[in-house]
């Protein structure tokens, strides 16, 4: 099913991790060209701005080559114009297979026809079934995966869940009103069913290769389970999709419930991902939990903005010095030790300022009894006297 030779992959995941080793300060340059140099890998760019670079170049290629389809066919299919776009999906298709196959992966010019192929074939499909939103989103469902499964790009795993996300949320839709008032909790099994099927089939992998689209999508259902009961977005929700006119005094139902899961389901996160160390499910936790502040300001406004700023400061200074202090000398399990394979010494750099903005001192080594001293040349030498 993949396109590219496995043992090319291989060879690109240990040059990955030898550039880390080499980041980290356990290779040296000339090592780790060395090893590049041995192994044979695709053709791939991880600056950004080379990729974006090649990428921009893929799409003016892409588009050319559409724009110069229809200029010749233009006249000949008349008003069936929507043969067109679906034509123009399958030279991204064929461009994507092409490039993949001269080894381009993860190189720009790929992502192009890879990104476009899908984009061109949802408008396609829109307009053949009028813009049956279920239809579209149950395509790109199908062929986000399989591109996914054949080209191994990241892009195409978040396609694939956002399609099939969309594609449950529509169906939703055709029960009507039950659907639409159900939709929170069918939402919450989603992820919960997404959550232990993408944590149950990482150890069972024969092929490494999908991991990293594996792991996205467990990161995905985390987000999506916590705004699926997110109390301002089901109330937003149901403003929109229900017509639903809340009045001042009132409130949605299930409000406590939902109160309750905003502020929740943040705690659980970054107290089981320090329980597992789990570092993706901590950063989810700090991001849902700062959500969860901004929900509950966004319709009770208790003090203002610069108090709420202020104290929020202060608290989190707090917290933070209290963690290093506590975190500082540990070794294993959740510490404050640096780690090597991060290209900055943020942590040592926070510590130092909280300890000069705090006035405190460097620690002090335990003084000897012996004393030291004597001579008469250049300072501390020994005595004349034995």
């Given at each position: 099913m993949i396109v590219y030779d496995k043992v090319e992959l291989e060879n690109l995941a240990l040059v990955e991790e030898a550039h880390s080793l080499k980041e980290a300060g356990f290779?040296?340059?000339n090592q780790y060209d060395a090893i590049k140099k041995e192994l044979v890998i695709p053709k791939?760019?991880?600056?950004?701005?080379?990729r974006a670079a090649f990428f921009l170049l893929g799409v003016f290629l892409y588009s050319s080559i559409?724009?110069?389809?229809?200029?010749?066919?233009?006249?000949?299919?008349?008003?069936?114009?929507?043969?067109?776009?679906?034509?123009?999906?399958?030279?991204?298709?064929?461009?994507?297979?092409?490039?993949?196959?001269?080894?381009?992966?993860?190189?720009?010019?790929?992502d192009a026809f890879i990104l476009g192929s899908q984009l061109t074939l949802a408008i396609a499909i829109g307009l053949f079934t009028d813009g049956n939103e279920i239809v579209i989103a149950s395509f790109i469902t199908l062929t986000a995966l399989m591109s996914y499964l054949r080209y191994l790009h990241l892009s195409m795993a978040l396609l694939f869940c956002f399609a099939l996300t969309a594609t449950l949320t529509y169906a939703m839709f055709e029960l009507g009103n039950t659907g639409k008032t159900v939709l929170p909790f069918i939402m919450m099994l989603f992820a919960v069913a997404l959550y232990f099927l993408t944590k149950t089939t990482v150890p069972k992998l024969a092929?490494?290769?999908?991991?990293?689209?594996?792991s996205l999508a467990n990161s995905f259902s985390l987000i999506l389970f916590y705004l699926s009961g997110n109390y301002l977005v089901v109330r937003e929700l149901s403003v929109v999709l229900l017509g639903a006119a809340i009045a001042p005094n009132s409130d949605i139902p299930f409000a406590l419930f939902f109160y309750g899961f905003t502020f929740v389901v943040p705690v659980f996160y970054l107290v089981y991902s320090l329980l597992k160390k789990e570092r993706i499910m901590l950063w989810i936790g700090f991001l849902t939990f700062g959500f969860s502040i901004y929900t509950i300001r966004f319709y009770y406004a208790v003090l203002p903005i610069e108090i709420v700023l202020t104290t929020g400061g202060l608290l989190?200074?707090?917290?933070?010095?209290?963690?290093?202090?506590?975190?500082?000398?540990?070794?294993?399990?959740?510490?404050?030790?640096?780690n090597r394979f991060t290209k900055t010494n943020a942590f040592l750099n926070a510590e130092i300022l909280i300890s000069s903005q705090l006035g405190l001192k460097p620690e002090t080594t335990t003084e000897s009894n012996m004393e030291f001293g004597g001579g008469g040349f250049s300072g501390g030498g020994s005595g004349d006297s034995f």
């Open positions: 290779v040296d340059s791939s760019y991880n600056n950004l701005l080379i559409c724009g110069f389809l229809t200029l010749i066919s233009a006249e000949a299919l008349d008003e069936n114009f929507k043969i067109i776009v679906f034509l123009s999906a399958i030279i991204g298709f064929v461009g994507a297979e092409v490039l993949t196959r001269q080894k381009f992966y993860g190189h720009g010019l790929d092929n490494p290769f999908y991991h990293k689209g594996i989190l200074f707090a917290f933070t010095y209290f963690a290093i202090k506590k975190l500082k000398n540990k070794e294993t399990g959740v510490t404050f030790k640096p």
